[in-house]
């Protein structure tokens, strides 16, 4: 076809179908939002459930973990890191998401809350940066936690 020929309402059309096959669907922030958070206490779980597999399918490949004195790097370095809050009868600690924020790309999202210990007692925070890898699909690629500050009387 010779589009200079073909005039404005060719151009339209052309325009239109490759804008509409090039189109991902969209998500609405406050689904993808949901789904960080349900992703983030499914991840949490792992820890009560002692599911060390499970905690390790979570990890990007490539996430970095400021765990300790020096950042892990990749995902076998915190899984092994990590194994030894797994192997005893009781959790060690626990974490929820109290706060999540997606960018409006929909392809990182950040997730933080309190970290308490096995008595309810909050003993610090975390923060996580999770990647969208697929619909439906996050894995954390930066977990750092921090100690809760004193509180002045």
Known sequence: MNV?????????AVGAA??????PPSSSAAALREE???????????MA?????AFASFL??????????????????????????????????????????????GTLALSTGPVRDPTGKQTGTFTSIWRREGPGTWRIVFDKGNPVCPTEP
Do not use: N
């Open 4 to 12: 200079a020929r073909s005039g404005p309402a060719v151009l339209l």
């Open 18 to 23: 490759v804008g509409c096959a090039s189109a």
């Open 49 to 53: 459930d002692r599911d060390h597999a």
């Open 36 to 46: 960080v958070f349900a992703t983030e206490r499914a991840f949490a779980k792992t």
């Open 60 to 105: 990007a490949s490539e996430t970095i973990f400021f765990s300790g004195e020096k950042p892990l790097r990749g995902a076998e370095a915190v899984a092994a890191w990590w194994k030894k809050y797994y192997e005893g009868k009781e959790a060690p600690f626990s974490w929820e998401p109290a706060q999540v924020e997606v960018l409006d790309s």
